[in-house]
């Protein structure tokens, strides 16, 4: 029996995207994609399976090459980041940046990000009304400026950057490619001034730990940690901005759901987790693989990009009770499924814990504002950088 087909997976509306990979799912495991050819896993049990099999790798520069990006500072960087190597090279890289990255370092940052979140809060509370959206768009990238150590006032030039870089994950349009050049360009010379004065003068802050870590004897070089501080940034921007709109989407819409968040704040990291689950921003996981392989049933070639659809795999009526039910009281479950947005296996989200802190405060500041969505959910238009999400989530509050 033939697979079925998606006309343009990577480039058809988010909403129609997302319509059509659940009904796919339901009727088979995998889809294909008649712009690329990629295969998408669908189920759960597959997706969870192939995020660590060894026969598949990252994408590397799979989209520059469908781009015909064949040089140049952009590729130069994206393939140099850890995202895109493999093997030593990329172990190298994550060991290093992990015992900087550390959970304690960012759970130490959590004050921080309440505070960035309530200053973005701020015009909101005390005009009475606002876009969520547009509100809390950089205070991702804040956070990480602050946990990196680039002074305030840099802040919306670093946000503008890593804006402009948010669509190299994905296929991009001459015009990304132009402005994500310009971006990369400048990035990577403010950030090897910056790492050549962290030298000089070490701060309590995360370019310094780059700087100074080491592991097996190894250290990062000065162009590794500037490539891989615009890495972090542009990993962390787009991904955790475009997840708050879905989350608070979702709050929104359930009232009571921001209630019992004020009521019961130890509930707030299962609402993330929960509504990361129901409405990612992020629903997909690139692979490419490295041999001939029987994927769902069919033998793939070598070289074939293969897309696992967490989306769909986090809403599998299989392994979910109630899939298309909000309740974050599932995950108190300790045989609750695995919720597969942050991968698997060596790649797996080295940001996760970043994220997370920056979502669940985020969520505590804005379930104490008590908003009103203004508009009707149906109405509501999305739009997709890198993560797809709602445009705007006009409010009212008091």
Known sequence: MAEPT?????????????????????????????????????????VERLLTDTRMVGLGLSF??????????LRDWYGSIMFTNEGQTHHRMRAL???AFSPRSVEALR????????????????QGEGDLVAALADAPTQVMCRLLGVPLADGPVFTAWVGALSPVFL???????????????KLLAYT??????????????LISALIAVEHDGERLTRAETAAMVANLLVAGHDTTASQS?????????QPDLLAEARSDPGLISAIVT??????????????????????????????????????????????????????????????????????????????????????????????????????????ISWTRVLGENPERLPVAVG
């Open 274 to 379: 929960e509504s990361i689950r129901l409405e990612p921003s992020i629903g997909i996981i690139g692979r490419t693989l490295i041999e001939p392989a029987e994927i769902c049933g069919v033998l793939r070639p070598a070289g074939a990009m293969i897309v696992l659809n967490t989306l769909s795999a986090n809403t599998d009526p299989a392994v979910w009770r109630d899939a298309d039910v909000f309740d974050p009281r599932r995950f108190s479950d300790p045989d609750a499924p695995r919720m597969l947005t942050f991968g698997g296996g060596v790649h797996a989200c080295l940001g996760t814990w970043l994220a997370r802190v920056t979502l669940e405060e985020m969520v505590r500041a804005v379930a104490e504002l008590a908003p009103t969505l203004t508009a009707p959910k149906a109405d």
């Open 64 to 73: 520059f090459d469908i781009l015909g990006i064949k040089d140049g500072p």
């Open 97 to 99: 940046v992990g015992k």
């Open 171 to 185: 296929l991009m349009s001459p015009e990304q490619i132009a402005a994500a050049t310009d971006a990369i360009e």
């Open 245 to 253: 709109a879905c989350t608070f989407l979702t709050l929104l819409a």
């Open 6 to 46: 998606i006309p343009d997976f990577f480039n058809m509306p988010p909403v129609e995207v997302r319509a059509w990979t659940r009904r796919a799912a339901a009727e088979g495991p995998t889809l294909i994609d008649e712009a690329t050819g990629a295969v998408i896993v669908l189920r759960h049990a597959d």
């Open 111 to 126: 004050p921080v990000a309440a505070e960035v979140i309530r200053e973005r809060l701020a015009r909101i509370k005390a």
């Open 192 to 205: 090897a001034d910056l790492c050549a004065r962290r030298e000089a003068a070490p701060g309590d802050d």
